[in-house]
């Protein structure tokens, strides 16, 4: 005899509700970014700090990529790799992808602006 439940399955998210907090989200990003001021005045110690580590990132990312590429070799379509680096992550290279990223973002020259 098979049990069922008298609970209701969960109701599915409104995806035009989503696409409203994306877009709305979206915006104010673009708005911050136009008319923010840089925290950080280029050549004080706390930039040179920002920008030695998003270059440590960027570093980190291409040996973090290359280590699963090379590791993997040919045999991503004969196996399930899942030792190595792909042992920490289903797949490392958008993980070491994002760290890049950030480290771009961390190493990003601003221009000057004048009052």
Known sequence: MAYTSLKSA???FDQHKRLIVV????VTAIVLLLFAKPFLSE??????LMET????FVLVCFLGRLWSILYVGGRKNDELVVSGP???SRNPLYFFSIIGAV???FGQKRGV???
């Open 10 to 12: 969960p109701k599915a």
């Open 23 to 26: 877009q709305v989200a979206a």
């Open 43 to 48: 050549g004080s110690s706390g930039h040179e």
């Open 53 to 56: 580590a998003g270059f440590g």
């Open 86 to 88: 792909f042992s920490m």
């Open 103 to 105: 480290g771009i973002g």
């Open 113 to 115: 602006r004048s009052a």
